[in-house]
């Protein structure tokens, strides 16, 4: 019997043991132009078996690649398309360097404290003021995701100041909208009413002592009885 686990290993599996044994066999071929006219046919066969790449601007492009890829770069054939080497699938990409300072504040992120910095080192005008109350908002957020209870504006006001190490205070005057998990932040007016102009649309309503939907364009319903005629 002869079993997969004897077989050499494939390179690039979702085009099948077929195919990479029909690239096998052409890069035996010693006639160049036979060999230019066989892989044509590979790569049709190719694009066939795996139609998802046609979404792809450089569809036919990839295929003549992994013709290189499959056959470990050692076809000769004249590809369409500059030929790949073994380097450019082999070469790791350039590290990204990370900060790996430790965070003041881990539940809030790196995103937060960089925030921060960066308005810590801002002129102190309007400017840096409104952006130290957008901050305070987003960090309210930012903590309930982690802690569904309520957080008292208190709290994100001390720990503005104490991550940025008291450069940055939130105005006096200023306040949090009253938040709620089910409507979102709502601003309380005066008489305790609420300023965002809401309210629960009800679908029955009535106007003009009776439902709006109980008449039709043309006036109210027509009460006349219907009568059945037989024969």
Not at 207 to 213: A, K, L, V
């Given at each position: 019997?002869?079993?997969n686990?004897?077989?050499t290993?494939?390179i690039?599996p979702?085009y099948?043991?077929?195919v990479q044994?029909?690239i096998?066999?052409v ?11 066989q892989?044509?046919?590979v790569v049709?066969v190719m ?6 790449l046609r979404d792809?601007s ?8 992994h013709?290189?890829?499959i056959s ?6 004249d590809s369409p ?6 380097e ?5 990409p ?5 900060d790996?300072s ?7 992120g790196r995103?937060i404290?960089?925030?921060?910095d960066?308005i810590?080192a801002r002129?102190d005008?309007?400017l840096?003021?409104n952006m130290?109350k957008?901050?305070?908002?987003y960090m309210r957020?930012q ?7 309520s957080?008292?504006?208190d709290l ?8 940025s ?7 006096e ?5 009253v ?11 005066h ?10 649309a009800?679908?029955?309503?009535r ?7 109980a008449?039709r364009?043309g006036g ?5 009885k ?6």
């Open positions: 019997m002869d079993y686990t004897q077989r290993k494939l690039m979702e099948g043991r077929h044994k029909m096998d066999y890069v035996k071929i010693e006639d160049k132009e036979k060999r230019n006219e892989i044509r046919a049709t694009g066939i078996l795996n139609p998802q792809l450089d569809f036919k492009h990839k295929l003549w690649d013709v290189q890829i470990d770069f050692e076809i000769d054939i398309y500059p030929t790949p080497t073994k450019t699938f082999s070469t790791s350039n590290p990204i360097p990370l790996k430790p965070l003041k504040a881990a539940h809030y995103n404290q960089n925030m921060i960066m810590s002129e005008d309007e840096r003021e130290v957008v901050l305070a908002g957020q903590y309930l995701i982690w802690n569904k209870e957080v008292t504006e994100i006001f001390r720990d503005i100041r104490v991550l190490d008291g450069k940055l205070t939130v105005p005057d200023f306040h949090l909208p938040y709620t998990a089910a409507q979102g932040p709502v601003n309380i007016g008489g305790g009413h609420r300023t965002d102009g809401g309210y629960r009800e679908s029955s309503h106007e003009n002592g009776y439902r709006q939907d008449h364009p109210f319903r027509n009460n006349k219907k009568i059945n005629k037989r024969k």
